[in-house]
Nanobody
Framework: QVQLVESGGGLVQAGGSLSLSCTTS????????MGWYRQAPGKQRELVAD???????NYANSVKGRFTISRDNAKNTVYLRMNSLKPEDTAVYYC?????????????WGQGTQVTVSS
């Protein structure tokens, strides 16, 4: 049974930092592309960042230079370090695991964790 469990969300003031974690089970973690997505109220889910099995990263333009994605294959965990947070970063953040060349919606999703940035 595949499980992705996010943690680390919360309420923070603008300019602050938060770190998210996503611990997985039931997948071959080292072979999966791991991604963080977010969905704000009334908006579509969007990619925040993803990281390949080899460590190559990809970021949304809106978070470049502020967010860092990383992974620990020994712990089956992917992280998202968020610095210089802005109110527009407020959203539910979801972890995604997918095999290479597969669309995210064909992968597995966590339950989401709320991030709220106050101005």
């Amino acid at each position: 049974q595949v499980q992705l469990v996010e943690s680390g969300g919360g309420l923070v003031q603008a300019g602050g930092s938060l770190s998210l974690s996503c611990t997985t089970s039931g997948i071959v973690f080292g072979l999966n592309v791991m991604g963080w997505y977010r969905q704000a109220p009334g908006k579509q889910r969007e990619l925040v960042a993803d990281i390949s099995s080899g460590g190559s990263t990809n970021y949304a333009n809106s978070v470049k230079g502020r967010f860092t994605i990383s992974r620990d294959n020994a712990k089956n965990t992917v992280y998202l370090r968020m610095n210089s947070l802005k109110p527009e970063d407020t959203a539910v953040y979801y972890c995604n695991a997918r095999e290479p060349f597969v669309l995210p919606d064909s992968g597995s999703w966590g339950q989401g964790t709320q991030v709220t940035v106050s101005s």
